[in-house]
């Protein structure tokens, strides 16, 4: 019985330490979670604190998060105070400096993309919830995708530079079928090249630049103040002197006032969503893009 016991022991040693082996890496949002994991393999155990389903703006703390942050080797953010009303208090209370800012185990990947909507002059409460630093949403842009994984390939590099090859690797294979798709998704928008949308909230404008689509408006009248009658009177006489024929929504957000909107000037509310795990099927960024140009195409057409 000693012999077992101490056998047993001695494999369940094994599998922590098999365990430790791999990089735990806690990410913000699940498509840092996605690209991580496809640069990381099976080197690296990627997990986020948001669902895909969820407005990354706005995530609850729960107890749970702590305990996953404090074992974290690495912490990747989309950065741009997307998380700045719930992120910083659990690294706090996390007592993990490893993956504090300005840390080996910090990665900010906001540093290293094509950041849109970055506001001239002062920023304050009266302009909505305004990112001084740029439209977050940026990871919406394949290009940007790339971009992340280079990112995380690069600080994977550093954290195990025995595996700096294998994390290359996998990076090369990403970017290329990313590339690849990029030129299906591109394709199949062509012939919608500079059409006139709305969309609920500043989400896409990183999406919209890439496919070559013109956002006109926004149901909302600043980012995160809800419409007001004035607001959506004027909405709808614009879209109904352009022609706007589609109201583009998150999954998170209220229909009632975009399917209002729609009714009275006979366009239709699409809803896209926004990252990996945002409805059952999207399972990977590709999911999720392949899903988005197909319904904003049907709609379009």
Request: no cysteine.
């Amino acid at each position: 019985m000693k012999r077992i016991l101490i056998l047993v022991f001695a494999l369940s040693l094994g599998g922590i330490t098999h365990a430790a082996d791999k990089l735990n890496v806690i990410t913000t949002t699940t498509d840092l979670a996605w690209i991580t994991q496809e640069v990381g393999g099976d080197r690296v155990a990627a997990e986020a604190i948001a669902k895909g389903y969820q407005d990354p703006h706005f995530v609850e703390p729960k107890p749970s998060f702590l305990l996953r942050l404090r074992d974290a080797d690495l912490l990747v953010v989309v950065g741009l105070d997307l998380e700045i009303g719930w992120l910083p208090p659990l690294l706090d209370k996390s007592r993990n400096d490893r993956i504090r800012p300005g840390n080996l185990g910090y990665l900010d990947v906001s540093a290293g993309v094509e950041v849109l909507d970055r506001p001239n002059g002062t920023v304050d409460r009266s302009m909505g919830d305004v990112h001084a630093m740029g439209n977050p949403h940026y990871w919406l842009d394949p290009a940007n995708a790339i971009r992340i994984a280079a990112q995380v390939r690069d600080r994977l590099s550093r954290l195990r530079p025995d595996d700096a090859a294998y994390f290359s690797a996998r990076y090369n294979d990403l970017a290329n079928r990313l590339n690849e798709a990029h030129k299906k998704w591109r394709a199949r928008l062509a012939a919608h090249k500079n059409t006139e949308v709305v969309t609920y909230h500043r989400s896409w404008s990183n999406f919209a630049r890439r496919y070559q689509l013109d956002v006109v408006d926004f149901v909302e009248p600043k980012p995160g103040v809800p419409p007001s009658p004035s607001h959506l009177f004027q909405l709808i006489r614009k879209m109904k002197a352009e022609k706007v024929k589609v109201i583009i929504v998150e999954p998170y957000f209220d229909l009632k006032t975009p399917q209002s909107v729609a009714d009275k000037t006979g366009a239709k509310v699409v809803v896209l969503y926004p990252s990996v795990g945002g409805r059952e099927g999207l399972d990977s960024y590709f999911d999720v893009f392949d899903y988005n140009i197909n319904a904003l195409a049907a709609a379009l057409r």
